[in-house]
């Protein structure tokens, strides 16, 4: 099969790899229906990240199940499935509360690279969703989007406590944050600040529910916030960057007694213990429980309810690889489709 390959920072590769096979009998192997380039794939790319040896890429997939291990019973081969990034059992005790990301058993999926062809899914039984039947093309955007940045954005929401009535910040404006506003609209948010300073960005987050545009940053973006709610901030607050100055800017502009919901993978960030004490913010994040989530967002997509395949604005071939990474690093795309 083919498959991609990050050789050093900005060295994207698409190279003959062996097929994946069946390792464990809770294994399946899918064929990759639609994959996507990550934000969080650009932290090595841009070597932000050390890149330490030749690394697989790609950790959001949809396909169609090809096989499937002897111990495997829920999920069979001809379906069209939707997993996370984490694989998980989704039968144990941290599962069962709704943390399958934290699963004693979890395994990272984007160890075989979804950027390719064919990928092994472990546990499978606990990590993959099956669809109802065969999605029409134009829903697979949007049912690929559910196995990350949608998963992400709506736990983005759920950790900030998003009630109907309230007011919510978002900070950042990539796919995750574009749609942790479409989250924030459908929990019946009154009001929705998207902190955002690229234009076809915005659009996309009024698009999606956004009531007020903030293109300032840091200290500036605090004081724009705290204007627009009566000098008090936001009730809730959802981080989707990962920096220093994206989360002392949610916490800084969320109200005392309000919450924020951080899904940026945090790269740098250290929080001063002085200023959360008195801050009274309530903060709850990490690595998506996806799988929470996924049965009732795959409904939602099939059943047209909402769209979040829009955040999708390039779509290459996988043989193109490369330059959806490029488009990406340059801020001329928010999210690239690949097709293999």
């Not at 229906?33 to 790609?58: F, H, N």
């Not at 740098?268 to 913010?281: A, M, T, W």
Request: proline fraction near 7%; aromatic fraction near 4%.
């Amino acid at each position: 099969m083919r498959g991609t390959i990050l050789h050093a920072p900005g060295d994207v590769r698409l190279e003959d790899r062996p097929d994946p096979t069946i390792t464990a009998p809770t294994d399946a192997i899918i064929r990759i229906t639609a994959t996507c380039v990550c934000g969080s794939d650009l932290w090595p790319y841009r070597g932000i990240e050390p890149v330490k040896q030749p690394s697989p890429m790609g950790h959001e997939y949809v396909g169609v199940v090809e096989a499937v291990g002897g111990d495997v019973r829920q999920i069979r081969p001809g379906q069209f499935v939707v997993g996370s990034f984490f694989a998980s059992d989704n039968t144990c005790e941290i599962c069962r509360a709704g943390y399958q990301s934290s699963c004693i058993h979890r395994e990272p999926v984007g160890a075989g690279g979804a950027q390719a062809e064919l990928l092994r899914i472990p546990l499978a039984d606990g990590t993959l969703v099956a669809t109802p039947e065969l999605p029409s093309d134009d829903l697979v955007p949007g049912l690929l989007a559910a196995s990350d940045v949608l998963g992400t954005g709506w736990f983005g929401a759920v950790a900030a406590q998003v009630q109907p009535g309230k007011t919510v910040a978002v900070v950042g404006d990539g796919a995750v944050g574009l749609l942790a506003v479409l989250a924030a609209r459908h929990f019946g948010a009154e009001r929705i600040i998207a902190m955002s300073r690229h234009t076809d960005r915005q659009k996309l987050a009024l698009d999606y529910g956004a009531t007020d545009i903030v293109t300032e940053r840091g200290d500036d973006g605090v004081a724009r916030v705290k204007d627009l709610t009566g000098g008090l901030g936001a009730h809730s607050v959802i981080e989707a960057v990962g920096t220093q100055e994206s989360m002392l800017q949610a916490i800084r502009s969320t109200r005392p007694g309000g919450h924020v919901g951080y899904v940026g993978v945090a790269h740098g960030v250290e929080l001063p213990g002085s200023e959360l004490f008195f801050s009274h913010v309530h903060l709850h994040g990490g690595p998506a429980p996806v799988r929470r989530f996924l049965p009732e967002l795959i409904d939602l997509i099939t059943s047209r309810t909402i769209d979040p395949g829009r955040v999708f604005d390039l779509t290459l071939p996988l043989d193109r690889v490369a330059e959806g990474y490029t488009a990406m690093d340059e801020r001329r795309a928010v999210k690239t489709l690949l097709r293999p």
